[in-house]
């Protein structure tokens, strides 16, 4: 959950923890109950790290880069069609006929965010703010990280001040939750 080093850092050891569980997705045989355990993993930490992002990482993009609210909006938007995929298929069992057909548009449409981030968002964020803002960014986004949610929840705020009022209850809810279902363990 927490990697550490600076916020760029941080979430990109998170995307490449994301390209690993899609990869043992694609490796475990279709209907089986670990794709689902895949999926479970997969939206934890998919909505644990965009929690961090928003509450973080988009107010500093809007704060500290040229255009960054038309870049934080895209972000969220990005974000916005992931939540919907992930709740989506928390709806769905891996026999479903449409289980993978989710899975692979959610893997399409991370991909893409993903990239973006990594070729466009991060090096601005490098180039144009200072590395100790960035630690101390790193170090925000792993905490928010342990307080988050684990499941999706659409119709939550995703820009502050509400969503960092909120999402530690929703987080502390999702955890009882995963915890009485073995969800995640």
């Given at each position: ?22 990869k043992q997705f694609s ?158 363990q």
């Open positions: 959950m927490g990697h550490g080093g600076d916020v760029i850092a941080e979430l990109t050891t998170d995307h490449r923890e994301v390209d690993d569980l899609f490796d475990t045989p279709p209907g089986s109950e670990d794709r689902k355990r895949l999926v479970d993993a997969l939206t934890i930490e998919l909505v644990r790290h965009s929690v961090a992002e928003e509450e973080y990482l988009y107010p500093a993009v809007r704060e500290h880069l040229k255009e960054g609210d038309a870049l934080a909006d895209k972000e969220l938007a990005d974000h916005a069609r992931v939540e919907q995929l992930l709740d989506d298929l928390q709806q769905r069992e891996p026999g479903d006929l449409d289980f993978d057909r989710l899975v692979v548009k959610l893997r399409t449409e991370v991909t893409a965010h993903v990239e973006d981030e990594e070729k466009n968002l991060f090096p601005q964020l490098r180039n144009g703010v200072h590395s100790y803002v960035l630690e101390e960014l790193g170090n925000k986004v792993r905490q928010a990280k342990k307080t988050a949610p684990t499941r999706p929840h659409p119709s939550a705020p995703s820009t502050p001040p509400a969503n960092k009022l909120l999402a530690p209850g929703l987080g502390m809810v999702d955890r009882v939750r995963d915890y009485l279902s073995g969800r995640g």
